[in-house]
């Protein structure tokens, strides 16, 4: 009975070597391997490397169509307009003041002569367009000389760059509540300009960034309707001035800018019935590489009423007009 009771034994203890393996070990414990975001990635030696998302938390990449306030290389290389450096600007909301202001200069010095891109970004309260400026292809180190003009109750910034001669984008949609679109236009006294169209009524400001050059153009609504009609555009030509529904008078100034061919442009005004009473041509200074300004007066008899602006430019098919036809009328 007693060598009954020791082999039992015996086998127990052999059954209890062989079953006893390691035991399952929790998530995070040595030995469990994870997976995707948790993973470390490890090198041929065995030692261990932030993953590449921890590198971009640390690092604050940022994606290529978003660009933030204060984004610069250190605070002397970020400049706001009015000449504050990033310590000495108001803090509020990340930068300078908004402002109403019709015009503003800023920028030290000529090294950008071109422009790279012109970009969007949507943030809390604002939103903002991005001037990307390079020398030749390759972006610049600081931001060239520039002025803005805003004229009070229109629609639109025009950002001037005198010793910008080149572009690789010419015009482009902005998906925002406040900003509509923006062009690239040769100027008539130099270099290129840059205008930046909203929707409705707005604020805006400028901050500089170094290092690459940016010239940032942020817009808040200002809660106070356009006074003048935003400038239209149809095909190949943007008439700027007059506005949309305008009463006008002899002489006439009409300024915008087109690509049309051979930067040929055509000026007709005709009268409530349709007949034309004063027509023109006008060159732009661009239509290739570029929208070209074009800037005339137009000299017309006395009309009553209503009439219908046109200006663009007649088809090489069939001479019938492609362009912007607004309704004006007479402001005698």
Known sequence: MFRKIIGVLLLALILTAFGCGTAPQE??????????????????????????QDREA?????????????????????QYAGGQTADEAPAAAGGPDFTAAVQMRGGSSTE??????????????????????????????????????SPEGEGYVRVSLPSVNSTLVSDGLFPG??????????SPDGGMFVDLIARQGFLYRVIELSDPARLVVDFKPSGIPLAV?????????????????????????????????????VVILRDAGGEVIAEKTVQGNDWSATWGYFDTTLDFPPFRGEGTLQVGALSARDGSFEGVSIPISSGR
Request: zero cysteines.
């Open 27 to 52: 998530d995070g414990e040595a030995g469990t391997a994870r997976s995707g975001d948790e993973a470390a990635e490890e090198t041929v030696d065995g030692t261990t490397t932030r993953t590449e």
């Open 112 to 149: 950008a002569n071109g422009i790279l891109a012109v970009r969007f970004g949507s943030h809390e309260g604002f939103e903002r367009a991005v001037i990307d400026l390079g020398s030749g292809n390759s972006p610049a180190g600081r931001v060239p000389e520039w002025t803005i003009s």
């Open 229 to 265: 009609p935003l400038p239209v555009r149809e095909g190949n030509t943007v008439l700027v001035s007059p506005a949309s529904g305008a009463r006008v008078s002899s002489p006439l100034t009409v300024s915008g800018y087109s690509r049309n061919f051979e930067a040929t442009n």
């Open 58 to 78: 640390t690092t604050g990449v940022l994606p290529e169509d978003e660009t933030t306030a204060g984004q610069a290389g250190s605070d002397e290389e970020e």
């Open 177 to 186: 509540d406040v900003l509509r679109d923006f062009y690239v236009v040769r």
